[in-house]
C-alpha cells in the first residue's frame, strides 16, 4: 500500500507554495494560490498523477471568491487528489492546464459557461457548448447571486403558484 | 368509393400495426429494452422500434425534454406521416417532475406539441408503459386518438408558444448556428493539409 503521508511530504517538498494534507485513506488535499497551479499540476503530472478527471467550481458569495477544485487521479500512487484553489469573484481570471492535460479543455470550457471563469490560453472558450443563445442573453449563471427560479419562472411561464406559500413549494 | 365503410378495417389495422420512433429523450430510454425483449415483448402487439420518422405512427417521448431535444422533437413530429400519435412517459413531460426548477428542462410538454396519452410515473415501469399502450390503442379504435387533428387546426397557438421559447425563425438559426464553427475547421484541415503537401 501507499504511504499517503510520505507522498504528500514528497509532493510538498517539491512546493514549497502548497499546503497539502492526507484527509484520509485515497484521498489526499492540496491547496494552492492560483499563479501557481500550472507549476503545481505539472509537477503532480511529473510524479505520477496522470489523469485530471474534472475541473469543479464552487461559489462562495460570503468570502467573495470562487473556488476551484482541480480532481487529479493517480493510478501509480491510487490515489484521488484535490487541488484547490480560490480566485476573487469579479475578477476571475485563472490560466488554462489544458497543455498539461488535454482533457481540461472541455472542462475549463464547463466552468467558463456556468461560473464565468476566464481561463487565459483556452482557445474555445466562446465556442457554442451547453447553453442555448437565449439563456447566455440573460446572463445564465450558477453563481449565488443569480435569481435561477425567477429565470425559470419567466421562461417557461409557469404559474406563480410557488410564491402562495414560501416554506412548502407546491407543483 | 366511399371509405368511410372502410374506416373500422383501417382503425384496426392502425391499432395493431404500431411502428415506433425510438428517439429516447430522457431516462425512460433505459425502459425500453426490457419493454423490446423476451420478458415484455411488445412486438406481440404489432409494435416495433423503426430508424425512420417518415414510417412511424407512434412517438414515444421517454423522459424529460430540454429546449435542445424539444427543436428536434417539433422537427421530428412534423415529418411523421398522419396518422401520428404521441406518448408522452414520465412526470417529466406532465410538469417537469423532479426538473420543475431546471431552466433546462421543458415544464408542458403539451404547450408544444400535442400528446395523447401520458404515463405518470419518475419513471414508469414497464407495466404501466404497456397499460398505457393499452389505452393507445383503445383511443384509436374509437377514434378519439386526434392529436394529429388538433395539432393542424391549433397550429398557431402550437406555433405561437414554440415561437415564444426559442424566438422566431428558430428552424434556420438553429441550422447556421455551427457554420461558422464548421469552416472553421475546415480551413484549419484544409491549411494542415497543404502543409502536408
Same mark, same amino acid.
Given at each position: 500500500?501507499?504511504?499517503?503521508?510520505?507522498?504528500?511530504?514528497?509532493?510538498l517538498?517539491?512546493?514549497p507554495?502548497?499546503?497539502?494534507?492526507v484527509?484520509?485513506?485515497?484521498?489526499i488535499?492540496?491547496?494552492?494560490?492560483?499563479?501557481?497551479?500550472r507549476?503545481?499540476?505539472? /509537477?503532480?503530472?511529473? $510524479?505520477?498523477f +496522470? /489523469? /485530471?478527471?474534472?475541473i469543479?467550481?464552487v *461559489?462562495?458569495?460570503?468570502?467573495?471568491?470562487?473556488?476551484?477544485?482541480?480532481?487529479?487521479?493517480?493510478?501509480?500512487h491510487?490515489?484521488?487528489?484535490?487541488v484547490?484553489?480560490?480566485?476573487?469573484?469579479? $475578477?476571475?481570471?485563472?490560466?488554462t492546464?489544458?497543455?498539461?492535460?488535454?482533457?481540461?479543455?472541455?472542462?475549463?470550457? *464547463?466552468?467558463?459557461?456556468?461560473?464565468?471563469?476566464?481561463?487565459?490560453g $483556452?482557445?474555445?472558450?466562446?465556442?457554442?457548448?451547453?447553453?442555448?443563445?437565449?439563456?447566455? +442573453?440573460?446572463?445564465?449563471? =450558477?453563481?449565488?447571486?443569480?435569481?435561477?427560479?425567477? =429565470?425559470?419562472?419567466?421562461? =417557461?411561464?409557469? /404559474?406563480?403558484?410557488? *410564491?402562495?406559500d414560501?416554506?412548502?413549494?407546491?407543483? | 368509393?366511399?371509405?368511410?365503410?372502410?374506416e373500422?378495417?383501417?382503425e384496426f389495422?392502425?391499432?395493431?400495426?404500431l411502428?415506433?420512433?425510438?428517439?429516447?429523450?430522457?431516462?425512460?430510454?433505459?425502459e425500453? !429494452?426490457?419493454?423490446?425483449?423476451?420478458?415484455?415483448?411488445?412486438?406481440?402487439?404489432?409494435?416495433?422500434?423503426?430508424?425512420?420518422?417518415?414510417m412511424?405512427?407512434?412517438?414515444l417521448?421517454?423522459?424529460?425534454?430540454? !429546449?435542445?431535444?424539444?427543436?428536434r422533437?417539433?422537427?421530428?413530429?412534423?415529418m411523421?406521416?398522419?396518422?401520428?400519435?404521441?406518448?408522452?412517459?414520465?412526470?417529466?413531460?406532465?410538469?417537469?417532475?423532479?426538473?420543475?426548477?431546471?431552466?433546462?428542462?421543458?415544464?408542458?410538454?403539451?404547450?408544444?406539441?400535442?400528446?395523447?396519452?401520458?404515463?405518470?410515473?419518475?419513471?414508469?415501469?414497464?407495466?404501466?408503459?404497456?397499460?398505457?399502450?393499452?389505452?393507445?390503442?383503445?383511443?384509436?379504435?374509437n377514434?378519439?386518438a386526434?392529436?394529429?387533428?388538433?395539432?393542424?387546426? &391549433?397550429?398557431?397557438?402550437?406555433?405561437? &408558444?414554440?415561437d415564444e421559447?426559442?424566438?422566431?425563425?428558430?428552424?434556420?438559426?438553429?441550422?447556421?448556428?455551427?457554420?461558422p464553427w464548421i469552416?472553421?475547421?475546415?480551413?484549419?484541415a484544409?491549411?494542415?493539409?497543404?502543409? &502536408?503537401d
Amino acid at each position: 500500500m501507499t504511504d499517503y503521508e510520505a507522498l504528500v511530504a514528497k509532493i510538498l517538498e517539491k512546493a514549497p507554495y502548497a499546503e497539502g494534507e492526507v484527509r484520509r485513506e485515497r484521498r489526499i488535499e492540496f491547496r494552492i494560490s492560483p499563479d501557481r497551479i500550472r507549476d503545481f499540476l505539472k /509537477l503532480l503530472k511529473d $510524479n505520477g498523477f +496522470e /489523469l /485530471l478527471l474534472q475541473i469543479t467550481a464552487v *461559489d462562495w458569495p460570503d468570502r467573495g471568491e470562487i473556488e476551484l477544485i482541480y480532481q487529479v487521479f493517480s493510478i501509480t500512487h491510487r490515489t484521488h487528489t484535490f487541488v484547490r484553489t480560490a480566485i476573487p469573484r469579479d $475578477n476571475s481570471v485563472v490560466p488554462t492546464v489544458m497543455d498539461i492535460y488535454p482533457v481540461a479543455e472541455t472542462y475549463e470550457r *464547463d466552468a467558463h459557461e456556468f461560473f464565468q471563469v476566464v481561463f487565459e490560453g $483556452n482557445p474555445k472558450l466562446e465556442m457554442p457548448w451547453i447553453l442555448e443563445e437565449e439563456d447566455k +442573453e440573460a446572463g445564465l449563471s =450558477y453563481r449565488k447571486d443569480f435569481d435561477m427560479l425567477g =429565470y425559470v419562472k419567466r421562461k =417557461y411561464k409557469i /404559474l406563480d403558484r410557488f *410564491d402562495e406559500d414560501k416554506g412548502t413549494y407546491v407543483i | 368509393m366511399d371509405w368511410k365503410l372502410w374506416e373500422p378495417l383501417i382503425e384496426f389495422a392502425r391499432k395493431r400495426s404500431l411502428w415506433i420512433v425510438s428517439f429516447c429523450t430522457g431516462c425512460g430510454g433505459i425502459e425500453m !429494452p426490457p419493454l423490446m425483449t423476451s420478458r415484455y415483448d411488445l412486438e406481440r402487439f404489432g409494435m416495433m422500434p423503426n430508424p425512420a420518422p417518415r414510417m412511424a405512427d407512434l412517438f414515444l417521448i421517454t423522459g424529460y425534454v430540454t !429546449p435542445k431535444t424539444l427543436k428536434r422533437i417539433i422537427i421530428t413530429y412534423e415529418m411523421q406521416p398522419d396518422p401520428k400519435y404521441v406518448i408522452a412517459h414520465g412526470s417529466c413531460t406532465i410538469n417537469g417532475g423532479i426538473y420543475w426548477d431546471a431552466y433546462n428542462a421543458i415544464k408542458r410538454l403539451d404547450a408544444y406539441i400535442p400528446v395523447d396519452v401520458y404515463i405518470a410515473g419518475c419513471m414508469p415501469r414497464p407495466e404501466s408503459v404497456m397499460e398505457g399502450i393499452n389505452k393507445m390503442m383503445e383511443m384509436i379504435e374509437n377514434g378519439t386518438a386526434d392529436s394529429w387533428k388538433r395539432y393542424k387546426e &391549433n397550429y398557431e397557438w402550437y406555433k405561437k &408558444n414554440q415561437d415564444e421559447l426559442f424566438g422566431e425563425g428558430w428552424r434556420e438559426k438553429e441550422a447556421r448556428r455551427w457554420i461558422p464553427w464548421i469552416m472553421d475547421d475546415l480551413k484549419r484541415a484544409e491549411k494542415e493539409r497543404e502543409k &502536408n503537401d
